[in-house]
Nanobody
C-alpha cells in the first residue's frame, strides 16, 4: 500500500500551464505504475496519463496528447503532470493513483491506491 498526496492545482486562464505533483509514502514507490486521472462534475473518472516503473514508457489520453507530460523521480517518490495549453474542458479534480500490476495503465480498475485529488479550473 502507498499513500499519495497531490498538490499544484488551481485556477488558470485558457492557454496557461500548471504542474501537478504527487508525493508517495513508503519505500515501494518504484514498484508501481503511476497514473493521473480526472473527474469533472457529473462525469466518470477518466484516464489522463501514466508512466511505467522506470519512467521509460508513458501513456496519454488522446485529449491531452501533445499538451500534457507525465514524469517521475523514484528517488524522490514523486510523479508530476505538466499541463500546458490548458483548455476549459480540462477543468476537473485530478487524482494521482498507483497501479501494482501494469497490465493496463489506462484502466481505473487496475489502480489500488488513490490520492485525495486536487482541483484544476481553467477559465475561458
Amino acid at each position: 500500500q502507498v499513500q499519495l498526496v497531490e498538490s499544484g492545482g488551481g485556477l488558470v486562464q485558457a492557454g496557461g500551464s500548471l504542474r501537478l505533483s504527487c508525493v508517495a509514502s513508503g519505500r515501494t514507490f518504484r514498484s508501481y505504475v503511476m497514473g493521473w486521472f480526472r473527474q469533472a462534475p457529473g462525469k466518470d473518472r477518466e484516464f489522463v496519463a501514466a508512466v511505467s516503473w522506470s519512467g521509460t514508457n508513458t501513456y496519454y489520453a488522446d485529449s491531452v496528447k501533445g499538451r500534457f507530460t507525465i514524469s517521475r523521480d523514484n528517488a524522490k517518490n514523486t510523479v508530476w503532470l505538466q499541463m500546458n495549453s490548458l483548455k476549459p474542458e480540462d477543468t476537473a479534480v485530478y487524482y494521482c493513483a498507483a497501479d501494482p500490476t501494469g497490465r493496463d495503465p489506462s484502466a481505473v480498475r487496475e489502480y489500488s491506491d488513490w490520492g485525495q485529488g486536487t482541483q484544476v479550473t481553467v477559465s475561458s
